[in-house]
């Protein structure tokens, strides 16, 4: 799994073209390749989020970014994960 510090983007775009964001900056995060198409992000602490949250874009400190809209996901108090879809290269091949 490759950990990095980011900013978690969570947004909400609705059918009429309007998107509402929320940029957590300076995130621990895990990210990992769970397929080629389905990645997953591990966060510390909570996110903050629009109502009803589409998609998500994790924006590495190398200025990489992974993003794509929201499959599922599990939060608590200490942290959580989402899992979203993506065809970036695999997290783990980062260095």
Known sequence: MYQDTATVTVSAEQSAGEVEAV???NVAIGL?????NLKKVHFTGQLA????PTHVC?????GL????????GHAEPNGGWLAFECDMIN???LV
Request: aromatic letters at 8%; zero cysteines.
């Open 58 to 62: 994790i924006t590495l400190k190398n």
């Open 23 to 25: 940029d957590n900056e």
């Open 49 to 52: 989020a629009p109502d009803a």
């Open 32 to 36: 990992e390749a769970v397929t080629d």
């Open 91 to 93: 997290p783990e091949l």
């Open 65 to 72: 970014s992974y993003y794509g809209p929201i499959v599922n």
